[in-house]
Structures are given as C-alpha cells and as structure tokens.
Nanobody, 130 residues
Framework: QVQLVESGGGLVQPGGSLRLSCAASGFTVDYYAIGWFRQAPGKEREGVSCISSSDGSSDGMTYYADSGKGRFTISRDNAKNTVYLQMNSLKPEDTAVYYC???????????????????WGQGTQVTVSS
C-alpha cells in the first residue's frame, strides 16, 4: 500500500528555515516522481517543487516554482526512501499546508500539475509569522 507521510512543519519567524520530510512506504522513491505542493486558505493547491525519478542515470531533474527559486531545495535520500524540501528565507506568504505527492514516471520528466500525481500525503502545516 502506497503511503506518504509528511513531517517537519511548524511555526517559524520570517527569514527562518524549515526542512520538510516526505517518508514513503509501499514503493521506492527513486522510481517515482515526487512533488511538493501547498495550499493556503481560500487558495488552490499549487506546485512548489518537484523531482523526477532517478532514471538510473542521474539524481533526477528538478522543478521549482518562481515563488521558491533560490530559497527552496528538493532532494531525495533513496536509502531512507524519503524526499525533503529545505526551505530557507521563509516569508509570511509561504504559510500553507504543504503536501507531498507521488506518481510513477520512470524518466526525467518532471510532472508539475496536481492532476499528474496519484498519491498524496496528509499534509503538514507551515506558518511563517513573527
């Protein structure tokens, strides 16, 4: 059974950092594309950062939304079957519930849209406030 469990959210001051974790079970993350999405109250769920499967030849291609470029880093630890989202220089507008998602695409294609993902975690709240 495919399961994704996010952790690492919390309350942080503007300019602070958080590292979100997405622990996977029931499948191997290096064969799947993994995405981080977020949803703020009253807004649609949006992509934050995504990583393709490792494709056997590289660590995978990555995508960052403009909102996170230069501040967020997505990475994958195959040994721990976990994907991370390191978030630095956090802003109040980063406040949202963050979700990780997975879909089986064994290539360097990086899916970016919500509808492209089949499996979702329950989300973790990130609040950036002084």
């Amino acid at each position: 059974q495919v399961q994704l469990v996010e952790s690492g959210g919390g309350l942080v001051q503007p300019g602070g950092s958080l590292r979100l974790s997405c622990a996977a079970s029931g499948f191997t993350v290096d064969y799947y594309a993994i995405g981080w999405f977020r949803q703020a109250p009253g807004k649609e769920r949006e992509g934050v950062s995504c990583i393709s499967s490792s494709d056997g030849s590289s660590d995978g291609m990555t995508y960052y939304a403009d909102s996170g470029k230069g501040r967020f880093t997505i990475s994958r630890d195959n040994a721990k079957n976990t994907v991370y989202l390191q978030m630095n220089s956090l802003k109040p507008e980063d406040t949202a519930v963050y979700y990780c998602a997975a879909t089986w695409i064994y290539s360097d294609y990086v899916p970016r849209a919500v509808y492209e993902y089949d499996y979702w975690g329950q989300g973790t709240q990130v609040t950036v406030s002084s």
